[in-house]
């Protein structure tokens, strides 16, 4: 980013904030039932602006704002469930078997990555990694099941793993 557009993207949010910061609390209190998650979303929605280097046109600020908003209670929800299953696999366990707090952090950072991966991928690629991971079904069952290819499925199983790997790539 050029640094004279830099100043001239902040105040153009600057402006989106005083008009709209109030309608887009309101509107994300009222979906989450909460003022201080609505207060984080909020500030993220402004921080995402920022970080796109791009305003809506004049006249779409609010349809801008909300489109942004709504994706980030959707990944938001989706963050939850996955903690919320972890969480409950967990307690399943006896207690002798928890983990660390330290290792439940680090298995949680570990699932949403992998959830954000395979939510990226096209629907049938990340059904035939669930079948094959979750169901234990065999390439040949899948193929069978899905009406495809067993080359297909080995396709498949190939972006997942990929999108997987890539998820954690450039770790240590």
């Known amino acids: 980013m050029h640094a004279v557009a830099e100043p001239a993207l902040q105040q153009q949010v600057r402006a989106l904030y005083g008009e709209h910061h109030g309608w887009l609390h309101g ?3 009222r979906r989450l039932g909460c003022a ?9 929605t402004y921080l995402r602006l920022l970080v796109s280097g791009r305003t809506p046109p004049p006249g779409q600020a609010r349809p801008h704002l909300m489109q942004i908003a709504k994706g980030l209670v959707i990944d938001r929800h989706r963050r939850q469930l996955v903690e919320q299953a972890y969480l409950d696999a967990i307690a399943a366990q006896p207690s002798a078997l928890a983990p ?3 290792a439940r952090a680090i298995a949680l950072q ?7 991966a395979l939510s990226a991928l096209a ?3 990340r059904e035939v990694f669930l079948l ?5 079904l065999t390439y040949a069952e899948i ?3 899905q009406g495809i290819a067993v080359a297909t499925v080995r396709k498949y199983m190939l972006k997942a793993l ?8 450039g770790d240590d």
């Not at 570990?110 to 954000?116: F, N, T």
Request: aromatic share 10%.
């Open 162 to 169: 990929e999108a997987c790997f890539l998820a954690f790539d």
């Open 36 to 44: 201080d998650h609505a207060a984080d979303l909020a500030h993220d």
């Open 110 to 116: 570990a699932l949403l990555r992998i959830d954000a």
């Open 100 to 102: 660390s707090p330290e």
């Open 27 to 29: 509107w994300l209190r």
């Open 132 to 136: 094959s991971q979750f169901d234990g």
């Open 143 to 145: 193929a069978a099941r």
């Open 123 to 125: 629907p049938a690629v």
